[in-house]
Each structure stands twice: as C-alpha cells, then as structure tokens.
C-alpha cells in the first residue's frame, strides 16, 4: 500500500506543474494618455510622432511572450491601446493574484543628451532625480487620490522593499549584460522611486525605464525590434534567477 501511495504521489507531482509564478506586465500610458512623445526623423523634413504608450506596449508584449515560454503565469494590464487608470491596473494585480508587478515605461527629456536605462523599485527614499520622473509617470493622479495613497504606500513599502529591490538588481544586471554592452547604453542604474502605480499594486514591484526617446540615436535603438526583442529576453533571465534564488534562500513574501 505504502508502494502505491508513493508511487501516486511520483505521478501526481510529475503531471501537475510546480506553483508557478504569477506576473503582471504593465505597458504604461495608453488611450488618452500618450506618456513621452518625440519626432523620429527619417529625411530631413520627414518625421513621424514616437509616443511612449505604443514603445511600452510593444517591449511588455515581447517580455510577457518570454516569460510564457519560461512557464511564468503572465498577463498584461492592456493588450491593445486603450486608457487603463492607476486603480484598475491596481484591480488587475489582485484579480490575478500576482506576485509581482512590473511596469514599462520610456524616459524623455526636455535637453536631447540625456540617455540610458534605469530600473526602479518601489521606494519613497527622496531624491530629486526621483521626484522628477515621479511627476511625468504619477501626473494623471488628483491631489485627493495622492494623500490616500501617500499612507498607503508607507504600508506596502515596508512590507515589499526587500523584493523590490532584489528584483530590481537581478533584471537591472541582466538588462546590462545583455542589451547595455551590445548597445553601448548608458546605465543609470537601480533607483527606488515612489510610484503610485507600483504602490497601488501593493506587491513587490519595479518599474523598468527602458531609454530615452527624446535622444535620436537611442530612439533608433528603440524602435529596433531586435533590440526589443533583446530586452524582453533580458527581464525575463533576470525575473528567473530572481525567483530561483529567493526560493533557495526563504519562503516567498506572498
Ligand atoms: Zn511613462
């Protein structure tokens, strides 16, 4: 009887997958929020509108593929261009039940040299660095909704830096070893940033700032969809060793 009782277990564990892990991809922006926008000139009179909300969009799609195929349960918070509020993406996250958020947005700048990538993780250490890109990706918040969320970041912050921050360093060196050496990008490193939308989600979450569309030659890098493709691979090895790694280490937050 014992021989059988094991031998049903073997084959339970061997069909049923292990828990897998579930992520929520959030392109930012979208609809009527159009995030950064920038001309991409192909002549020297021709150019075409870049707006962030379609950059994220596309990048989110590649990375939630790779995660697919790596056996993650993925979803995306928008799959088409549509305007998705900060609470409903929040309401995805739970209805879901993930276990960790990850945002996807493209940094502007008014000068034209600023370039690199930089990688957030919920945080409310103040900086003004911070503070700035703060305000472009939390401006569709009303000053009601923020003194609400204020307190109930300072809660969420406290129980989700720790893996916040972790994934933030693992997908960050991934993003460096694989895209920011072929591509010769600056790195700007992992920052903690105080971002509604990550705090809303209230689970360990970053916030991925790809590069700079307002540099025309980081703009070209961009829009290539090799290097879109790159990238995607890149969050998707750092996200696996993260969660290999902490489920050596300590049982998961969630
Ligand atoms: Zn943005």
Redesign the pocket.
Known sequence: MKVFIFICTLLISLILPAQAVTILIDP??GGEDE??RARFYYGKKKWRLIR?KDI?LSLAKKIHEELGKRNFNSYLTRSVDRTVSLAERAEIADKIKADYFISV??NASEANEPRGFETYYLDNHNDSAIKKVES??NKNLKGEELIVNKILTDLVIDRTVKYSKGLATSIHSRIQKIVGKKYKLKDRGVKPGLFYVLALTKRPAILLEVGFLSNSRELNKLLNDRFQDRYAKAVAQGLSEYIKNQSKSEPSLL
């Open positions: 930012g922006h995030g950064a962030e994220a947005h493209v472009v990706e």
